[in-house]
Structures are given as structure tokens and as C-alpha cells.
T-cell receptor, first 114, second 114 residues
Framework: DSGVTQTPKHLITATGQRVTLRCSPR?????VYWYQQSLDQGLQFLIQ???????AKGNILERFSAQQFPDLHSELNLSSLELGDSALYFC?????????????FGSGTRLTVV | DAKTTQPPSMDCAEGRAANLPCNHS???????VYWYRQIHSQGPQYIIH???NNETNEMASLIITEDRKSSTLILPHATLRDTAVYYC???????????????FGQGTTLQVKP
């Protein structure tokens, strides 16, 4: 157990639907990162939050959004889902904005869009 | 952040040392070299990082050339459980304005064989 909790572990939904992925960071960590991993794209950085504020954006689609709440957990919202959104979604956390010791990943949410 | 180049795959015999190379010829003076690994769809796991000196921890050793243009991750006694994709990443140091996001390449798939 890495200390980063992601729920649900698996999610199957239909095209056009909306889903919410949840991440609880490791205790004491203020920064949360979201990554998408599909078979043909590798690990793609989506977005980073630090203490409730958005700090960096990667290749995140406009249909996707995220937020970090006062208790520091984060949610990634995916809407108007397409088949190509099927992927593993990882959350990671670190204590600072730019932790010198890298950061800790959760075990991921596997999203299947049918 | 500087780009890295890694061989797509490598094999290693169980019990032998695994030496994974990484080229980062455009690395800047304030960029660290990080290594992560991902075991079969699990969340990536931090291994080690360094700036210019060689580093060792309980998992691995990191050897960085004097000109810092390349590095080698060494797993001293590889086991079957070390079979994974290994990612070499360069990133600016802690304390800078960098957000801390890690950009993953395609990595090296290490297959440890009995």
C-alpha cells in the first residue's frame, strides 16, 4: 500500500457518459498529479494541484476537469466519454510543489468505455 | 525538461546485475536524473535519483557520467520480480519554479529470465 488511495479500481461505462475518479493523497502530501495511461500513448501527464490550486496542465482534454478539495483529496471528472478514453488513470502525490524525492503513485483506476 | 533516450527492451538473467542505460545529452546543469519503474499496470514506483554524483540505495545504484550526458541504473542482483518497465526522467531541481510534473517516455522493458 503506497498510501495513495484511488477509487474505484475498475469502472465500465458507456460512451457519452460522465464519470468521477477519486484520489486521496498520502497523509501530509499537498500536491496531487493525474496521469492517463493508454496502450498506445504511455503515461501522459494531465494536471497537477497543490493545496487546492491548479499548478500545471498537461495534455488534458476540455471534456476532462479536476479539482482538489480542502481535505486535499482530488477528483478527476471525465465527460462525454469516448472509446478512446479507455485507459488506466493514475493519481500521485508529493509533499511539496516540486518534491526532490519524486512522488508516490496510487494503484490506478481502470476505465473501460463501451 | 531534457529528453531521454532508452533502449526499448533488455533481458537479464536472474541473479545477475541488470544495467539499464539512459541517454540525456541535452541535460541542463540544474536537472536531476530520476528513475521509476512500473510493474505490469501497477502505479509507477520511485527507484532513485541523482544530480552528478553516483547514488546508491536499497533498490539500486545510479551511475552518472562526468559530462552528465548519460547514466546507468544498476540492479545488482536481478530477480524475477524486477521484471518491469523502467523509466529514466530528467527534471529541474527542487526549489525552482518548476511544478514538479514528471514527463515519462517509453522506457525500457526489462525481462528477467530464470
Amino acid at each position: 500500500d503506497s498510501g495513495v488511495t484511488q477509487t474505484p479500481k475498475h469502472l465500465i461505462t458507456a460512451t457519452g457518459q460522465r464519470v468521477t475518479l477519486r484520489c486521496s493523497p498520502r497523509s501530509g502530501d499537498l500536491s496531487v498529479y493525474w496521469y492517463q495511461q493508454s496502450l498506445d500513448q504511455g503515461l501522459q501527464f494531465l494536471i497537477q494541484y497543490y493545496n487546492g490550486e491548479e499548478r500545471a496542465k498537461g495534455n488534458i482534454l476540455e471534456r476532462f476537469s479536476a479539482q482538489q478539495f480542502p481535505d486535499l483529496h482530488s477528483e478527476l471528472n471525465l465527460s462525454s466519454l469516448e472509446l478512446g478514453d479507455s485507459a488506466l488513470y493514475f493519481c500521485a502525490s508529493s509533499v511539496a510543489i516540486n518534491s526532490n524525492y519524486g512522488y508516490t503513485f496510487g494503484s490506478g483506476t481502470r476505465l473501460t468505455v463501451v | 525538461d531534457a529528453k531521454t533516450t532508452q533502449p526499448p527492451s533488455m533481458d537479464c538473467a536472474e541473479g545477475r546485475a541488470a544495467n539499464l542505460p539512459c541517454n540525456h545529452s541535452t541535460i541542463s546543469g540544474n536537472e536531476y536524473v530520476y528513475w521509476y519503474r512500473q510493474i505490469h499496470s501497477q502505479g509507477p514506483q520511485y527507484i532513485i535519483h541523482g544530480l552528478k554524483n553516483n547514488e546508491t540505495n536499497e533498490m539500486a545504484s545510479l551511475i552518472i557520467t562526468e559530462d552528465r550526458k548519460s547514466s546507468t541504473l544498476i540492479l545488482p542482483h536481478a530477480t524475477l520480480r524486477d521484471t518491469a518497465v523502467y523509466y529514466c526522467i530528467v527534471r529541474v531541481e527542487h526549489g525552482s519554479s518548476n511544478t514538479g510534473k514528471l514527463i515519462f517516455g517509453q522506457g525500457t522493458t526489462l525481462q528477467v529470465k530464470p
